[in-house]
C-alpha cells in the first residue's frame, strides 16, 4: 500500500480519500513539500465490506467535507464511487444516481473550501450510463488496454 507520503510526492490528485486520518495525513505531507494536492472523497453508495469509502448516511462523511476549510493544502474536488460490478450496465445506475444526489446535497449547503464539481463514478463496463448520470470523470483501462492477467 502506498503511503500518504508517497502519494504527495508522486501524485497531484488523490481520488479516494476515505476518512478524515487520511485527509490530515495528506494535508500534512503536502504543507511539507509546499504542494496542493486536489482530491476526491470516496463514497461507498454500495455498501460493500469488501471496498473502501464513506457510507452515504455516515457523519464521518460530512466531517471530512466540513475539515476541508482546515486542510488548506487538500483541494476538495468532489466524489467517487466504485459501484457493486454486475455485467449490465443498468444495474450501476442507481448507485451513480445517489452518488450525483448526495453530491448536490453536499453542494447546496456551500461549506469553504469545498467544491463539489466532479463525480467520478463509472467503469469500462458501465461508463456510459455513469456519463448519463453526471459522471465527470471515468475510469476505463480494462476498455483501453484489455483485461488484466489474473494473479
Not at 16 to 45: C, M, P, T, Y
Not at 124 to 143: K, L, M, P, Q, Y
Request: charged residues 25%; contains cysteine; neutral net charge.
Amino acid at each position: 500500500m502506498l503511503s500518504a507520503a508517497r502519494a504527495v510526492e508522486l501524485f497531484a490528485a488523490v481520488d479516494s480519500v476515505d476518512s478524515l486520518r487520511l485527509a490530515e495525513k495528506l494535508n500534512a505531507h503536502a504543507q511539507a513539500v509546499g504542494k496542493r494536492i486536489r482530491v476526491l472523497v470516496e463514497v461507498s453508495v454500495g455498501g460493500e465490506a469488501a471496498k473502501s469509502g464513506l457510507r452515504p448516511t455516515s457523519p464521518d462523511l460530512e466531517r471530512v467535507l466540513r475539515s476541508a476549510e482546515n486542510l488548506r493544502y487538500l483541494e476538495f474536488r468532489g466524489l467517487m464511487t466504485i459501484p457493486p460490478f454486475s455485467d449490465d450496465p443498468q444495474q450501476a445506475r442507481p448507485y451513480f444516481c445517489k452518488l450525483r444526489e448526495l453530491r448536490d446535497q453536499f453542494a447546496a449547503r456551500c461549506w469553504p473550501a469545498v467544491e463539489l464539481s466532479e463525480l467520478s463514478m463509472g467503469m469500462s463496463n458501465d461508463f456510459e450510463v455513469a456519463i448519463e448520470e453526471g459522471s465527470t470523470c471515468v475510469r476505463i483501462g480494462t476498455a483501453i488496454f484489455g483485461e488484466r492477467p489474473q494473479r
